[in-house]
């Protein structure tokens, strides 16, 4: 089963909040943890080396913001690039003056310094998102500094080419050199939301790593099975962190990165 034909406008970002963040779960405070350190070094790097602030995308966002709370720091401006029609108008009331369940999300992050310098953080987030409606396939090439993009490779199709396609897609649309971080469900099985049934890959974490060698370097990955699993369907959360190699205008490796 394929991206093209799924229901994807009828997706209910309500109920899948209620369902996955309504309550910070260990593994998602482990995730959040790794992805703070991560960026608390390189973003941080590439906002120096840049001499200004970064420009943000979050591909896939549903109804997920602590991807975007994780960049917010160093970003000027987050794109949140979302495929449903329902999340995109989830999305755009929630960035307004995002809900308390959010709350526990930014406390994991603030145990980092860099993000105790963002005062007032729903604020900060309603003035520097911009919710855009597109599919990850459509991203235009090395536009933006940093990214994150969350269960959503592996979450979108049943076929490998789409996973390929939607990872070396949102690569290609950061800066040769930007920090990145990509979460995944290992070995999903495909998921419900409501009475809607959606598509999956399953994909061992060590496949997940080979697939980036060609377009990522500084890769680190780590696995993460919480103390209740999220669903049934699968084996454990994956987060990827790393640096997209530098490219040729073509789009092809450098030497000096091969």
Same mark, same amino acid.
């Given at each position: 089963m394929g991206n093209a034909g799924q229901r994807w406008d009828e997706f209910d970002p309500d109920l899948y909040h209620a369902h996955n963040y309504a309550v910070l779960r260990d593994d998602d405070q482990e995730i959040l943890e790794g992805v703070r350190d991560f960026f608390a070094t390189f973003a941080a790097a590439a906002a120096t080396a840049a001499d200004r602030p970064l420009n943000g995308l979050d591909v896939g966002t549903g109804s997920n913001l602590y991807p975007a709370l994780s960049m917010l720091p160093w970003c000027e401006r987050i794109t949140l690039r979302e495929h449903s029609a329902s999340n995109v108008t989830w999305l755009e009331n929630e960035v307004r003056s995002y809900g308390t369940a959010w709350d526990p999300f930014w406390k994991v992050l603030t145990q980092e310094?860099?993000?105790?310098?963002?005062?007032?953080?729903?604020?900060?987030?309603?003035?520097?998102?911009?919710?855009?409606?597109? /599919?990850?396939?459509?991203?235009?090439? /090395?536009?933006?500094d940093i990214g994150t993009m969350f269960f959503v490779a592996c979450s979108i199709s049943e076929q490998r080419e789409d996973f390929h396609r939607a990872s070396r897609c949102f690569l290609d649309a950061l800066m040769p050199g930007a920090p990145f971080a990509m979460a995944y469900m290992e070995n999903s099985r495909g998921y419900e939301v409501g009475e809607i049934r959606f598509p999956a890959v399953s994909l061992k974490m060590d496949y997940i790593v080979e697939s980036l060698e060609a377009t990522a370097t500084d890769v680190k990955a780590d696995r993460f099975v919480g103390a209740e699993m999220l669903r049934e369907g699968y084996e454990s959360m994956v987060l990827v962190r790393g640096r997209t190699r530098r490219r040729e205008p073509d789009g092809s490796t450098t030497a000096a990165d091969a």
């Open positions: 310094r860099a993000y105790l310098g963002v005062d007032d953080p729903r604020r900060a987030l309603a003035e520097r998102v911009v919710v855009e409606q597109g /599919s990850v396939f459509e991203l235009p090439r /090395s536009r933006w």
